[in-house]
């Protein structure tokens, strides 16, 4: 069975870097084929794809917030973890941690969902 | 930037079918993939591919494509099918989601 699990401050400041980490477990992101990625979605609005880190460490980012975004793991910890600098009150939102199945004639598949971790941005 | 446009709402009659479209120049070259989200919760993947459920996805959610444009027809519509739609596909480096389609079940 297939679980993830998002954590991190519920609040930041404005200019603040957030981390959050998504703990996993269920399968092994050493396993060809499989990815983690985070997905935010700002309150009453549409989701957004942030980065996502793939088996062999390759990772890709959002074109529109690279350069604020990190995405790493540690694979013997089950674990990946996001940062984002330099957060803003527009960043304000529930992050999802996504287990994602690799595909390349059907691109990524975010077919488990943590609960997600809701972020305030405000000073 | 990338961009997959789905209209913001579309209403069914219990037991009728609908279909939730979604457009944009990726989906010439990748299928879209489909998630539903039910307030307060987490989306859940309900298509992706050809026309492929994942487990556990009733047999009423089917999909389509053509050109530039990717559908999701639910045939006889349930309640609980009550729920916003998003339709998500890759886009060279990006991977974009649409805007949503909130399904109203009348």
Same mark, same amino acid.
């Given at each position: ?16 870097t ?15 084929g ?11 609005e549409?989701?957004?794809w ?26 013997s ?13 527009v ?7 996504v287990?994602?199945?690799v ?10 969902w ?10 | ?26 989906l =010439? ?13 987490a ?7 050809? &026309? ?7 047999? =009423? ?6 050109? &530039? ?13 009550e729920?916003d739609?998003?339709? &998500?596909?890759?886009? =060279?480096?990006? &991977?974009?989601?649409?805007?949503g389609? =909130?399904l109203?079940?009348?």
């Open positions: 069975q297939i679980t993830l699990r998002e954590s991190g401050p519920t609040v930041v400041k404005p200019t603040q957030l981390t959050l980490t998504c703990d996993f477990s269920g399968f092994s992101l050493s396993s060809r499989v990815a983690v990625g985070w997905i935010r979605q700002p309150p009453g549409a989701l957004e942030l980065a996502i880190i793939f088996w062999d460490d390759d990772r890709r980012y959002s074109p529109s917030l690279k350069g604020r975004l990190t995405i790493t793991k540690d694979a910890k089950d674990q990946v973890v996001l940062t984002m600098t330099n957060m803003d009150p960043d304000t939102g529930t992050y999802y941690c287990h994602t199945v595909s390349t004639t059907e691109g990524y598949l975010f077919d488990h943590g609960r997600g971790a809701l972020v305030t941005v405000s000073s | 930037s990338s961009e997959l446009t789905q209209d913001p709402a579309v209403s069914v009659a219990l037991g009728q079918t609908v279909r939730i479209t979604c457009q944009g120049d990726s =010439r070259n990748y299928y879209a993939a489909w998630y539903q989200q039910k307030p307060g919760q989306p859940v993947l309900v298509l992706y591919g050809k &026309n492929v459920r994942p487990s556990g996805i009733p047999g =009423r959610f089917s999909g389509s494509s053509s050109g &530039n444009t990717a559908s999701l027809t639910i045939t006889g519509a349930q309640a609980e099918d729920a739609y998003y339709c &998500n596909s890759r886009d =060279r480096s990006d &991977n974009p989601f649409g805007g389609t =909130r109203t079940v009348l």
